[in-house]
């Protein structure tokens, strides 16, 4: 197996795997990997019906994912596994999607999973109408703040509002640095704002006074969408909720399903996104080999 790097035509090659494999993972999202190119280096490897993935995670770890169009998971297995003892790769993880590890072979592979790093999948349905008790309180933060700054408005990012949301960012991590170490991601955010052009991304922006209070940066696939960031300014009561609402039935209302990743076992992060009553978790399989 020789990996290469990604290459701009390789969006529609990513997608056709998409389509026929029915998978959401944002790690198979060609803007997510271009996104994080520097920080993860991503490389693919195709044959005629499987899709791999290979990320270096901070030079040191190594990371594998499987796309497959038919049901040939172990044969598959044994090619990642041999290509990492051909390099003499010491620290990896391999992944499998819960579809694939049905035909696992577990007399030479074991697996497990995380729930830390499972995507949390909503209805796009769910998240643009709110509707039921179990939406009560969402309601009503996203009224309070419709109430509270009348003069608030959803726009498109343009390359006016890059020197605020650049300041904006900067505060925000300035603020959430003390608590999670984020340089990475910070890193990441301004490259796509200093070179929207470069990614075929939306940055939405949520004003107050033409001021920003929040920003989500996401994609739309052929029926999902994939949030990749979303940050706000909590002083402004219901910022995230009234983003949130409004994306959803801007951009997401005719879509099945949003990504909204992962809580990396992040206590807070994890009650925000249970809270939004997620569709299905989809978990990743880490496996093994069994010597």
């Not at 901070?58 to 998971?73: G, P």
């Not at 008790?133 to 498109?156: A, C, D, G, P, V």
Request: hydrophobic residues 35%.
């Amino acid at each position: 197996m020789i990996f290469r790097s990604l290459e701009k035509d390789d969006d529609l090659l990513i997608k056709k795997f998409l389509i026929n494999t029915n998978n959401l993972y944002w790690e198979f999202s060609f803007n997510s990997l271009s996104c994080y190119k520097e920080m993860l280096e991503p490389k693919i490897y195709v044959n005629s019906d499987t899709l791999f993935l290979e990320i270096l995670y901070l030079e040191e770890y190594y990371y594998y994912y499987v796309s497959i169009l038919k049901n040939n998971a172990n044969s598959n297995l044994e090619k990642i596994f041999a290509h990492i003892k051909e390099e003499s790769i010491k620290k990896f993880h391999v992944y499998l999607n819960e579809e694939e590890i049905i035909e696992l072979d577990e007399n030479n592979y074991a697996y497990s999973f995380n729930d830390d790093y499972s995507d949390y999948i909503y209805n796009a349905k769910d998240l643009t109408e709110l509707n039921g008790k179990k939406y009560h309180n969402k309601k009503n933060f996203i009224t309070r703040f419709m109430n509270s700054y009348t003069n608030y408005s959803l726009e498109e990012y343009r390359v006016e509002f890059e020197s605020k949301l650049l300041t904006f960012l900067k505060g925000w991590y300035h603020h959430h640095n003390a608590l999670i170490t984020l340089d990475e991601e910070e890193s990441v955010i301004e490259n796509i704002i200093k070179t929207p052009d470069h990614f075929n991304l939306t940055i939405s922006l949520l004003l107050v006074n033409n001021e920003i209070v929040a920003f989500t940066i996401f994609e739309n696939n052929n029926y999902y969408a994939n949030v990749l960031f979303e940050k706000a300014d909590i002083n402004y009561q219901g910022s995230y909720q009234t983003i949130n609402y409004l994306n959803a039935n801007k951009y997401f209302k005719n879509l099945i399903y949003i990504n909204r990743q992962e809580d990396m076992g992040i206590d807070g992060l994890r009650t925000a996104k249970q809270s939004y009553h997620p569709a299905f978790l989809l978990r990743r399989y880490e496996i093994k080999e069994i010597n």
